[in-house]
């Protein structure tokens, strides 16, 4: 699954555009989240419309998410053996994604916040994960920071279902049962998230500023359900290749639904919804293309090339960093906010952010990584000395 990385790095770089595409409007400056197309570049233009939804990506990144992580639970019940342990689960999760982000977070906000006691509830809020449930500070500090958060309550739900099933013993139910079993979690995600977005809009009339109420787990987890989805369907027919002619329509289709997502998104939150809607749609269509597709079909191998496996496997290294490096960047009168600078600001953040983003995984990422040697398969601690024996 080669591939994977590269639908990983054409997300992180796409986002790295969107930010400096944001950034680069006359007379606009900061933090642009909300704002409206007047002064952009290529404004009321096509490839205007497809910059200002770059920021569908995100949802690639949560499918991708939701397939990786629920996939070895789908594999084991639909073969009928126990689901891995909770605890290593969590544990594995945690060196792979804290201590990165705790050391950036700690970086930035001191940065920013050169006498204390700062902004204290910011920096408490982004260290625990609960910027998303506050309008205000969700793009504090780190601002893509927020889609991590939400991840870190869809790692502690996956965490949960496996304590729920660790006593179940799937070898004693039928297939069907087992299938059942393992599909309802995604199914309760996907139906809850829907019935919110339905009580937002329908009866509760939120509007679009309310970051909170759009950027919470519950509003995002219809795509974290859909990559489970994708991993259940994998784990039952994924040794059955589709041949790439039966599925390159597949793969158009996904295009027209995310074509049209950009024609009909405006400011407004019904818009902005059915937007989000159909880019989980379109992703789930194309991850879904490449998953059941033979290993040699055209678009896995161009998107296994060297390049994009690179971009994905620093890609959260690139993602995390990229808007401290764009206002650092201009808070020292680097970068132009005029809408004609645009290109010339996306190529020099994307040449500063992949470095740094390499050297983040070199010497940050990857090491805290091994951490998971600490521990054995079983989630406790790893002695390495020998048993003490009384002389």
């Not at 309760?188 to 829907?194: A, D, E, F, N, P």
């Not at 109420?213 to 989805?229: H, R, S, T, V």
């Not at 059915?274 to 379109?282: D, K, R, T, Y």
């Given at each position: 699954?080669?591939?994977l990385?590269?639908?990983?790095?054409?997300a992180?770089?796409?986002?790295?555009?969107f930010?400096?595409?944001?950034f680069?409007?006359?007379g606009?400056?900061?933090?642009?989240?909300?704002?409206t197309?007047?002064?952009y570049?290529?404004?009321?233009?096509?490839l205007g419309?497809?910059m200002?939804?770059?920021d569908?990506?995100?949802?690639l990144?949560?499918?991708?998410?939701?397939?990786?992580?629920y996939?070895?639970?789908?594999?084991?019940?639909?073969?009928g053996r126990?689901?891995g342990?909770?605890r290593?689960?969590?544990?594995?999760?945690?060196?792979?994604?804290?201590?990165?982000?705790?050391f950036?977070?700690l970086?930035v906000?001191?940065?920013?916040n050169?006498?204390l006691?700062g902004d204290w509830?910011?920096?408490?809020?982004?260290?625990?994960?609960?910027?998303?449930?506050?309008?205000?500070?969700?793009?504090y500090?780190?601002?893509?920071a927020w889609?991590?958060?939400v991840?870190?309550?869809?790692?502690?739900a996956?965490?949960?279902?496996l304590?729920?099933l660790?006593g179940?013993?799937?070898a004693?139910?039928?297939?069907a049962?087992?299938?059942?079993v393992?599909a309802?979690p995604?199914?309760?995600?996907?139906?809850?998230?829907?019935?919110?977005?339905w009580?937002v809009?329908?009866i509760?009339?939120q509007?679009?500023d309310?970051?909170a109420?759009?950027?919470?787990?519950?509003?995002?987890?219809?795509?974290?359900?859909?990559?489970?989805?994708l991993a259940?369907l994998?784990?039952?027919?994924?040794?059955r290749p589709?041949r790439a002619?039966?599925?390159?329509?597949?793969?158009l289709?996904?295009?027209a639904?995310?074509?049209y997502?950009?024609?009909i998104r405006a400011?407004?939150?019904?818009?902005s919804?059915?937007?989000?809607?159909?880019?989980?749609?379109?992703f789930?269509?194309?991850?879904?293309s490449s998953?059941?597709?033979h290993?040699?079909?055209?678009?896995?191998?161009i998107?296994?090339?060297?390049p994009?496996m690179?971009a994905?496997t620093?890609?959260?290294?690139?993602y995390?960093?990229h808007e401290p490096?764009?206002?650092?960047?201009?808070?020292?009168?680097l970068?132009?906010?005029?809408a004609t600078?645009f290109?010339?600001v996306?190529?020099?953040?994307?040449a500063?952010?992949?470095?740094?983003g390499w050297?983040?995984?070199?010497?940050?990422?990857r090491?805290?990584?091994e951490?998971k040697?600490l521990f054995?398969?079983d989630?406790?601690?790893?002695?390495?000395?020998?048993?003490?024996?009384e002389?």
């Open positions: 699954m080669d591939d990385e590269g639908y990983r790095g054409i992180a770089l796409g986002i790295v555009v930010h400096a595409y944001q680069c409007r006359e606009a400056g900061g933090d642009t989240a909300g704002s197309p007047d002064g570049a290529y404004a009321g233009t096509p419309h497809v200002l939804n770059l569908g990506l995100v949802s990144f949560l499918l991708l998410s939701g397939f990786l992580l996939a070895p639970a789908a594999r084991q019940v639909l073969a126990r689901v342990s909770p290593v689960f969590l544990l594995r999760r945690a060196v792979r994604i804290l201590p990165l982000y705790w950036a977070t970086l906000w001191t940065y920013r050169p006498e006691p509830r910011d920096l408490v809020e982004h260290l625990t994960f609960t910027q998303i449930f506050d309008s205000r500070r969700i793009f500090t780190i601002g893509p889609s991590l958060s991840e870190i309550f869809f790692y502690v996956v965490a949960l279902i304590l729920v660790r179940w013993n799937p004693r139910s039928r297939p049962v087992r299938a059942l393992i309802t995604p199914t309760v995600m996907l139906v809850g998230s829907l019935v919110y977005h009580w809009l329908d509760a009339h509007p679009s309310r970051w109420i759009w950027f919470n787990p519950l509003a995002k987890a219809e795509m974290f359900a859909m990559g489970m989805f259940i994998h784990a039952r027919w994924g040794n589709v002619v039966w599925l390159v329509p597949v793969r289709v996904a295009l639904i995310l074509v997502g950009c024609a400011d407004d939150a019904r818009t919804t059915e937007f989000n809607m159909l880019s989980m749609v379109a789930t269509l194309l991850l879904g998953l059941f597709a290993p040699r079909a055209w678009w896995r191998r998107l296994a090339v060297r994009l690179f994905g620093i890609s959260y290294s690139v995390l960093w490096i764009l206002l650092y960047l201009d808070t020292h009168h970068l132009s906010h005029h600078a290109p010339w996306a190529l020099l953040l994307v500063v952010s992949v470095p740094f050297f983040s995984y070199v010497i940050l990422e090491p805290s990584g951490l040697a054995q398969s989630g406790r601690l790893r002695s390495y000395y020998g048993p003490r024996h002389g």
